[in-house]
């Protein structure tokens, strides 16, 4: 299985045969600066939390979903432009992938890496009320590995598994070294059961293709449908990528991805000839990353769609869905 990395394959793959499809998405045209997030939903974070005066409570994060379709990706994403469509131009690009590449379910890749504990997504929340509560606050980390499924690798077998330990509701995770000190903290509200906490800074690490791919989602925001001392459920993460992290991250992820899917004789040779077709310039069998980077749908569709921070520049989208459990967070 192709597992997380998966999740950045070649989005112009899809493009080049599905075209963007509307997600509720918006790509603003050429000399046009979106309004920026400003609205009253926004929330300051505090400088940290407050666990000595107030209850906090561990998560992790249990699911991480993809949107399966176009609907999908409008609902998870966020209005930052505030023109009345959701924005999450990432996300709609990875719904249209299912129909494109055939034998690869990104959805249960990415169950598979959680139910390992290959990656660990954990939150505190500082809240005295989880019915309504107008100071809540949390921070999110990255967690370091662990085994969630030590009795058997099977992916199905470790689906179970992994719900009775990982995610079982009591098991410990320690923090990452170089996530302990970020600063993730976000300030939000609790009302009638709903989460809502942003905007914020999250950073994220996540090992793709032997690579460490460095992410912030800038003006970042979590919300949720319901969460308890014990749970979240209807949660959603939702931010913008920086041209930056696409540059230095995202592409030569995908460059280091889809030339090792030339290279694996298990590709069928219909997706090698699309993947030569769209990248190999040169014709050498080989895919590099600034043959990506200079692709033109990926400078197309990778540029942008919205200037969520305001700094003048076009940020990538992204929503995506997840679920949490009570856990206990340590190496603080």
Do not use: H, W
């Not at 998870?76 to 690009?93: E, F, H, S």
């Not at 992994?162 to 923090?175: E, I, L, M």
């Not at 032997?210 to 979590?222: H, T």
Request: charged share 15%; proline share 4%; aromatic share 4%.
């Amino acid at each position: 299985m192709k597992k997380l990395a998966a999740l950045l394959f070649v989005p112009a793959l899809a493009l080049a045969t599905i075209g963007c499809g509307d997600s509720g998405t918006t790509v603003q045209p050429d000399g046009v600066k979106p309004t920026p997030d400003g609205g009253t939903d926004t929330t300051a974070p505090p400088a940290q939390l407050d666990c000595a005066a107030n209850t906090c409570s561990d998560f992790v994060a249990a699911t991480l979903s993809l949107p399966a379709d176009q609907n999908q990706a409008s609902e998870l994403g966020y209005d930052y432009d505030k023109d009345g469509l959701p924005d999450n131009a990432l996300g709609g690009i990875l719904s249209g992938l299912a129909g494109v590449l055939q034998g690869v379910d990104l959805q249960a890749n990415l169950n598979e890496v959680f139910n390992e504990g290959s990656t660990i997504i954990l939150m505190k929340v500082q809240a005295n009320d989880f019915t309504n509560e107008t100071n809540a606050a949390a921070q999110a980390f990255l967690g370091e590995k662990v085994d969630c499924c030590p009795t058997d690798k099977d992916p199905t077998a470790c689906a179970a598994e992994s719900k009775t330990t990982c995610f079982g509701g009591s098991f410990s995770f320690k923090v990452d070294a170089a996530s302990a000190g970020t600063k993730a903290i976000f300030g939000g509200t609790i009302t009638g059961g709903a989460l809502s906490l942003g905007p914020s800074s999250l950073s994220l690490k996540l090992p793709i293709a032997g690579a460490e791919i460095n992410l912030v989602l800038q003006q970042a925001r979590i919300q949720a449908d319901a969460i308890s001392a014990t749970s979240i459920t209807g949660g959603k993460i939702t931010g913008g990528i920086s041209q930056q992290d696409l540059n230095t991250g995202v592409i030569p992820a995908i460059a280091g991805l889809v030339d090792g899917l030339v290279k694996d004789p298990n590709t069928s040779q219909s997706t090698k000839d699309q993947i030569l077709n769209l990248f190999d310039t040169d014709k050498d069998g080989t895919v590099t990353t600034q043959e990506v980077a200079d692709n033109s749908l990926i400078q197309t569709f990778l540029s942008g769609d919205v200037d969520v921070d305001g700094d003048g520049n076009l940020d990538l989208t992204l929503g995506v869905g997840f679920t949490g459990v009570a856990a206990t967070i340590t190496g603080l």
